[in-house]
């Protein structure tokens, strides 16, 4: 039972460049978030899917993309990215709550 | 939306004695708080968690106490040892959203041998 998987977990871009984070759990659980933290601020919701087939805004979304590939799988797209997206990206699944968190992708933009 | 503040934002303490990290909520629709442990360069824990209908919660060590009244919860840490340190986050959880959780900003606990 690996729990929340994330790939990759380092990633350096340019400005202006696209990538796809990946995340995937094997517990079956309906709901699953993406967030990203940066000092002093803690975790912000980006993006987040109740169960599969939909997905919803979270406090954070602007330069992003989800999707929900599946019940196991929920991709996070940035389409063109720029340095301020240079963070830390955890995906996270619960069943109704408590929520786990995967070891996160650490992401620079330069 | 929910606001979370979270105190203090560091902590040090010496192996042995007792943390509390305290944090208030604004939304009193919010019915769950959870507290996650995250350690240095690994994505956050769960290690405690009450619910609205509950005061108190405790787990070994750890303890969690929940006023509704006064919108504020507190993770309280007896016995401290250093493989304690680490970020603590409190969050919370909104009826009508689900499972979504809105979190402090984290406090950056040092047990000191």
């Known amino acids: 039972n690996a729990g929340v998987t994330q790939t990759p977990k380092f990633q350096v871009l340019k400005t202006g460049q696209s990538m796809t984070l990946q995340c995937a759990q094997d517990m079956n659980h309906n709901s699953m978030y993406w967030y990203r933290q940066d000092p002093g601020m803690g975790l912000r919701l980006i993006y987040y899917s109740a169960s599969e087939g939909t997905t919803d805004k979270g406090e954070v979304p602007n330069g992003y993309n989800v999707s929900r590939l599946n019940k196991r799988e929920f991709s996070l797209r940035l389409e063109s990215a720029a340095p301020s997206q240079t963070s830390v990206y955890f995906c996270?699944?619960?069943?109704?709550?408590?929520?786990?968190f995967g070891p996160g992708t650490r992401l620079t933009v330069l | 939306g929910e606001n979370v503040e979270q105190h203090p934002s560091t902590l040090s303490v010496q192996e042995g004695d007792s943390a509390v990290i305290k944090c208030t909520y604004s939304d009193s629709a919010s019915n769950y708080f959870p507290w996650y442990k995250q350690e240095l360069g690994k994505g956050p824990q769960l290690i405690i968690d009450i619910r609205s209908n509950v005061g108190e919660k405790k787990d070994q060590r750890i303890a969690v106490t929940l006023n509704k009244t006064a919108k504020h919860f507190s993770l309280h840490i007896t016995e401290t040892q250093p493989e304690d340190s680490a970020v603590y986050f409190c969050?919370?959880?909104?009826?009508?959203?689900?499972?979504?959780?809105?979190f402090g900003e984290g406090t950056q606990l040092t047990v000191n041998p």
């Open positions: 996270a699944s619960s069943r109704e709550v408590g929520q786990f």
């Open positions: 969050a919370a959880s909104l009826k009508t959203s689900g499972s979504r959780l809105t």
